[in-house]
Structure formats: structure tokens, C-alpha cells
């Protein structure tokens, strides 16, 4: 037994610091936020597309969520939640806790990555597998409940409802796409590192 810990020890310090054989080293970093991303109340502009993408899942799992308990344990199809239900549910997605979302560089660009979010995995840059850090908590939470706090007096519950009702991707097109939304081309503008 004295023995199997400084092997276990050297074997753990071995693989750390990349060494059995042709083993590639692996490299943890986590996301160099800039000024704005550390110090704003605000969401950074870069970042919106996300965090729309992010309020529009939490509705729609929220709505989606309520509606189930609704639904008698035979029945088909949706139950419509009535309206006083409804904005109750909605209030609540946009004031939960957020904790689950944060900042990650992917690719050396840096996206809000949580729950409903697709990681875009691409060709990694960096020779051999790497491990990507988030950056949770902070200003993060605050953020991501103002801007679903935005959207909801944007665009008003019963259109939001309606457009759950009709699928998560129709929910997202209303909040995040059009001419003017988070995540529409003319609106994303390249950022550049300083």
C-alpha cells in the first residue's frame, strides 16, 4: 500500500504535465475578459446574439415546463396556460438564479455558453486536445436577468406566448432574429481584441 501512492502520485504528475509517450499535453485556460465584460452592468454588444438565444431557451423551458403540469397523464397535445399563468412563468424565467451561464473562449472567440446554448466546436487551434474554462457567477446572472427583463417588456407576454406556442425555434425567431434582433447580420458587427 506505501507503495501504490507515490506510484499513483507519479503516474498523476506524468499525465498532468504531458508525459506517457505520444500523449498530447492538455491545456486548461480560462477567458481573458476585457474591461467591459468584467466592469459593465450591461450585456457587451458581442455577446447579445447569445444571450438572446439563452432568454428565449429559458422561456420556452419554463412555458414548456408549467404547460406539462397542466397536461392529465394520457392526454395529447398542449394545454394553454391562461394568461395571469403565463406572465407569472415568464417573470419567473427572467428572475432565476442564471448561475449555469458564463463567458468561455472557444476558438479564441469568446461566447456566453449555458443550457440551450450550442457549443460551435470548429478546428481547435491549439496543437492537440484542450480543456476550455467558463467563467460563471459575477456579472453574468445580473446581465442575463435585465436582458430577459428587456425582452419581456419589448415584446410583451402574450406575443411570447403565442409564439411558444408554436415551437422553440418560432420563440427565438421573434426575440433574437428580424431586421433589428440580437442575432441578425446587420446587427452583429466583428469585434476586434484590443
Known amino acids: 500500500m ?45 455577446l447579445h446574439c447569445d444571450a438572446c438565444r439563452a432568454v428565449a ?8 415546463a408549467a404547460e406539462a ?48 446554448l450550442n457549443k460551435e466546436p470548429g478546428p481547435s487551434k491549439e496543437p492537440g486536445p484542450s480543456i476550455s474554462v467558463m467563467a460563471t457567477g459575477g456579472p453574468w446572472p445580473t446581465r442575463l436577468t435585465t436582458t430577459c427583463l428587456h425582452y419581456l417588456g419589448e415584446t410583451g407576454e402574450d406575443q411570447i406566448y403565442e409564439a411558444h406556442q408554436q415551437g422553440r425555434g418560432a420563440l427565438e425567431e421573434l426575440l433574437c432574429a428580424g431586421t433589428q434582433g440580437a442575432c441578425s447580420e446587420v446587427v452583429q458587427v466583428p469585434r476586434e481584441e484590443l
Open 57 to 64: 431557451y429559458q422561456m420556452w423551458q419554463h412555458l414548456t
Open 2 to 46: 506505501r507503495l501504490l501512492l507515490p506510484l499513483l502520485l507519479l503516474l498523476a504528475s506524468t499525465l498532468i504535465l504531458g508525459g506517457l509517450g505520444d500523449q498530447p499535453f492538455l491545456s486548461a485556460t480560462a477567458p481573458q475578459l476585457d474591461d467591459e465584460e468584467k466592469y459593465s452592468a450591461h450585456m457587451p454588444a458581442h
Open 69 to 116: 403540469k397542466l397536461r392529465a397523464p394520457h392526454s395529447r397535445g398542449r394545454q394553454a396556460l391562461s394568461e395571469s399563468v403565463y406572465m407569472d412563468v415568464l417573470d419567473r424565467s427572467c428572475t432565476q438564479n442564471w448561475n449555469d451561464y458564463g463567458v468561455q473562449e472557444v476558438n479564441q472567440v469568446k461566447r456566453l455558453m449555458g443550457p440551450g
